[in-house]
């Protein structure tokens, strides 16, 4: 069993099969992986920008925005 906290932050206990806990490793796998891409494009990103330019840059919308989300 594995402890988990509902939408309502409510503490619940459910059993987990084997072929989740792969699956969630897999997903775990594929964004860390975006993350870290993301994260390089960001930094080479930065790199370019002028002093004004990174004084207007927004990091967070743009780490969002190449993430997907």
Known sequence: ???FID??????MEQVMKAYLNNMLVQ????????IN????LFIKIAA???TELLNF?????FKSLMGG
Do not use: F, M, R, Y
Request: no cysteine.
């Open 49 to 51: 920008l002028n002093e």
């Open 58 to 62: 927004n990091i967070e919308s743009e």
């Open 1 to 3: 069993d594995w402890k």
């Open 28 to 35: 775990g796998a594929v964004l860390t992986s975006k993350a």
């Open 38 to 41: 993301v994260e390089q494009q």
């Open 7 to 12: 939408e309502n932050n409510n503490d619940v």
